[in-house]
């Protein structure tokens, strides 16, 4: 199992991102699998941000809510995190996350730096 993660950049206070990360290798029925997004900003642990079941039930860290949105494209075996009105807080490195087999997979990371 592969995490490609993609969309991360850098944006002024205020503007938007979405990132993407396309999950391949031998998976059976994705879309019954929870999936979702960590950060990591220097000097800090990894914390949560988003998940999504794989019967749909989204959870989001408390300082995204409203502005943050999960979904999921199943048919694609993708996850997007939609950040609208980024913070200079919201700085990391941004992780997707995979469940298969209670096992977990980790994506590449991908940079998202919120500076004007």
């Known amino acids: 199992v592969q995490l490609q993660a993609s969309g991360g950049g850098l944006v002024q206070p205020g503007g938007s991102l979405r990132l993407s990360c396309v999950v391949s290798?031998?998976?059976?029925?994705?879309?019954?699998?929870?999936v979702g997004w960590y950060r990591q900003a220097t000097g800090k642990q990894r914390e949560l941000v988003a998940t999504?079941?794989?019967?749909?039930?989204?959870n989001y860290e408390d300082s995204v809510k409203g502005r943050f949105t999960i979904s999921r494209d199943n048919a694609k075996n993708t996850v997007y995190l939609q950040m609208n009105s980024l913070k200079p807080g919201d700085t990391a490195v941004y992780y997707c996350?995979?469940?298969?087999?209670?096992?977990?997979?980790w994506g590449q990371g991908t940079l998202v730096t919120v500076s004007s």
């Open positions: 999504i079941s794989g019967g749909g039930s989204i």
């Open positions: 996350h995979f469940v298969y087999w209670d096992r977990v997979y």
């Open positions: 290798g031998n998976i059976f029925r994705f879309n019954l699998y929870p």
